[in-house]
T-cell receptor, first 113, second 112 residues
């Protein structure tokens, strides 16, 4: 079945540091891939998405590239801010999974000033 | 534009009491609707999803149920709450397969 594995947290960085959160997936079909962000006490928000191999999703300085050969969708940001402190979820959706989205366990990011 | 509303935002209930959480979506028709639970510091657990009025799929057997009485309304219910039902409940909608999900602000449920 489909699954998503992302690096365990928490990840603690200083402001302006480079961020990478690793995400790998297994899927029987051709999935769309997503990153969501959850700020404390709130629901999840879509951060970026990619729908086919080699697509790059980007938003608010975050980027992730759909790598079919390594089945990965790592999240990166060149310079994090304190306001980026949140939990980040990698997710996939494909037709073989029906209407369900498979979420990773989430990675908590703390950014120190 | 589309919006999703969940209420209440916070709820404290005694063990054994009933539950009704409501979710409504505006600005779209025939959405796929979802209920998730998130335990403290944990990931998302899919509880129910619905692809149309009256169509409910249950992912986890438990003392919760869901109903979709109208196209854009999704209700999560319980006849008798357990301590283990505590958590953060999230409603979401999507347009279909391979589409992103859009989440409400959640309901924090505490069982005493």
């Amino acid at each position: 079945g489909n699954s998503v594995t992302q690096m365990e947290g928490p990840v603690t960085l200083s402001e302006e540091a480079f961020l990478t959160i690793n995400c790998t997936y297994t899927a029987t079909g051709y999935p769309s891939l997503f990153w969501y962000v959850q700020y404390p006490g709130e629901g999840l928000q879509l951060l970026l998405k990619a729908t086919k191999a080699d697509d790059k999703g980007s938003n608010k300085g975050f980027e992730a590239t759909y790598r079919k050969e390594t089945t990965s969708f790592h999240l990166e940001k060149g310079s994090v801010q304190v306001s980026d402190s949140a939990v980040y979820f990698c997710a996939l959706s494909d037709r073989t999974g029906g209407f369900k989205t498979i979420f990773g366990a989430g990675t908590r990011l703390f950014v120190k000033a | 534009s589309q919006t999703i509303h969940q209420w209440p935002a916070t709820l404290v209930q005694p063990v054994g009491s009933p539950l009704s959480l409501e979710c409504t979506v505006e600005g779209t028709s025939n959405p796929n609707l979802y209920w998730y639970r998130q335990a403290a510091g944990r990931g998302l657990q899919l509880l129910f999803y619905s692809v149309g009025i009256g169509q409910i799929s249950s992912e986890v057997p438990q003392n919760l149920s869901a109903s979709r009485p109208q196209d854009r309304q999704f209700i999560l219910s319980s006849k008798k709450l357990l301590l283990s039902d505590s958590g953060f409940y999230l409603c979401a909608w999507s347009r279909g397969e391979n589409q992103p999900q859009h989440f409400g602000d959640g309901t924090r449920l505490s069982i005493l």
